[in-house]
């Protein structure tokens, strides 16, 4: 099931084994149709648990929108009609409203993804970068130079960008522009973190498994999330992984190839491991000798497709990246 070819349509098919009696046992159509009506009217995803516009499908939902869900459509479909000679009489508590996104672009069906890499679409430099002011005035103003440079980790789920720095997530779906709301706390996001045992600060590496499901890095732990739950008893040791006594974190997390396989960097090391069967293949190498031309530490790294080529954006600490094309 994907968004059609022409803007707004919506496509079913048979890859889903879809049910209409509110049944665990499928996938429930009615879910999964009022969420991509949601994208076909212009809505993006939302972090907000009630929402019909929540990325994870954790099967059969209450067909009421929630507020977030309200609030999106206000922006598109009333505040936005005021003329803009109007909007400066607007009470100060209230903020003009970007302009709406576009309807998604064809993209898999929210309950199974493949594991793909970001394609030119979903790429944004740095430089590129951009941000709205916040919506509500309740809402904390963070610094925009916040999301400039030295970021924790950057990833790509389920065709998104998401960065992370310090306590706060960043979200893009479009290439140079964040989505509205954001960035939010991490802990909201994740909100099962805010439970854990452990005091989670900020992550230090993530990324999408070939099996789509969500793992994050924290100190010598790791968080695996299937839509908003932890599972497979997180966290867990990161020498789950096969790693060496030395290795006390992971810098950052990147999957190459077809089948993808993961590497995992860190300090002058990367390790490649078959995430499908649990394996790592290769001991230790060095990330100079292999990747010329890059230093170490490495701070993020990211992935993403153009046409028969892979692309591979190292980023240092600091706002300096170099891309690598193979």
Same mark, same amino acid.
């Given at each position: 099931?994907?968004?059609?070819?022409?803007?707004?349509?919506?496509?079913?098919?048979?890859?889903?084994?879809?049910?209409?009696?509110?049944?665990?046992?499928?996938?429930?159509?009615?879910?999964?149709?009022?969420?991509?009506?949601?994208?076909?009217?212009?809505?993006?995803?939302?972090?907000?648990?009630?929402?019909?516009?929540?990325?994870?499908?954790?099967?059969?939902?209450?067909?009421?929108?929630?507020?977030?869900?309200?609030?999106?459509?206000? @922006?598109?479909?009333?505040?936005?009609?005021?003329?803009?000679?109007?909007?400066?009489?607007?009470?100060?508590?209230?903020?003009?409203?970007?302009?709406?996104?576009?309807?998604?672009?064809?993209?898999?069906?929210?309950?199974?993804?493949?594991?793909?890499?970001?394609?030119?679409?979903?790429?944004?430099?740095?430089?590129?970068?951009?941000?709205?002011?916040?919506?509500?005035?309740?809402?904390?103003?963070?610094?925009?130079?916040?999301?400039?440079?030295?970021?924790?980790?950057? @990833?790509?789920?389920?065709?998104?960008?998401?960065? #992370?720095?310090?306590?706060?997530?960043?979200?893009?779906?479009?290439?140079? @522009?964040?989505?509205?709301?954001?960035?939010?706390?991490?802990?909201?996001?994740?909100?099962?973190?805010?439970?854990?045992?452990?005091?989670?600060?900020?992550?230090?590496?993530?990324?999408?498994?070939?099996?789509?499901?969500?793992?994050?890095?924290?100190?010598?732990?790791?968080?695996?999330?299937?839509?908003?739950?932890?599972?497979?008893?997180?966290?867990?040791?990161?020498?789950?992984?096969?790693?060496?006594?030395?290795?006390?974190?992971?810098?950052?997390?990147?999957?190459?190839?077809?089948?993808?396989?993961?590497?995992? #960097?860190?300090?002058?090391?990367?390790?490649?491991?078959?995430?499908?069967?649990?394996?790592?293949?290769?001991?230790?190498?060095?990330?100079?000798?292999?990747?010329?031309?890059?230093?170490?530490?490495?701070?993020?790294?990211?992935?993403?497709?153009?046409?028969?080529?892979?692309?591979?954006?190292?980023? #240092?600490?600091?706002?300096?990246?170099?891309?690598?094309?193979?």
């Amino acid at each position: 099931m994907e968004l059609g070819f022409l803007g707004g349509d919506i496509h079913f098919d048979d890859s889903e084994d879809w049910t209409l009696d509110n049944s665990y046992n499928g996938v429930d159509f009615y879910s999964v149709a009022i969420h991509e009506m949601g994208h076909s009217l212009g809505l993006g995803h939302s972090s907000e648990p009630n929402s019909i516009m929540n990325p994870y499908y954790t099967g059969p939902q209450p067909q009421d929108i929630g507020y977030d869900d309200i609030l999106g459509m206000h @922006s598109l479909y009333i505040s936005r009609t005021l003329p803009d000679d109007l909007v400066d009489l607007l009470p100060s508590t209230i903020k003009p409203q970007p302009s709406p996104r576009i309807p998604h672009k064809p993209h898999v069906h929210w309950s199974s993804f493949s594991h793909e890499t970001c394609t030119d679409d979903n790429i944004v430099t740095l430089e590129s970068v951009t941000t709205y002011k916040p919506e509500v005035s309740t809402r904390k103003n963070y610094n925009i130079d916040e999301c400039k440079g030295n970021f924790d980790a950057i @990833s790509c789920f389920r065709g998104e960008i998401f960065v #992370f720095k310090n306590s706060l997530l960043w979200r893009l779906n479009n290439p140079g @522009s964040i989505q509205q709301r954001y960035p939010v706390q991490l802990l909201r996001f994740f909100q099962v973190l805010a439970d854990s045992s452990e005091s989670i600060v900020k992550i230090d590496a993530a990324y999408e498994r070939p099996d789509s499901n969500i793992v994050l890095f924290h100190g010598n732990s790791y968080y695996v999330f299937n839509g908003n739950h932890l599972i497979e008893n997180s966290p867990r040791p990161i020498m789950d992984y096969g790693f060496p006594h030395f290795v006390d974190k992971v810098d950052a997390v990147m999957m190459y190839g077809v089948p993808p396989i993961t590497y995992l #960097f860190s300090g002058e090391y990367f390790w490649v491991y078959d995430d499908q069967n649990k394996l790592l293949l290769q001991k230790h190498r060095s990330i100079k000798e292999h990747f010329k031309g890059v230093r170490t530490p490495i701070d993020d790294v990211l992935t993403w497709k153009s046409g028969k080529y892979f692309n591979i954006l190292f980023i #240092f600490l600091s706002t300096k990246f170099l891309n690598y094309i193979l």
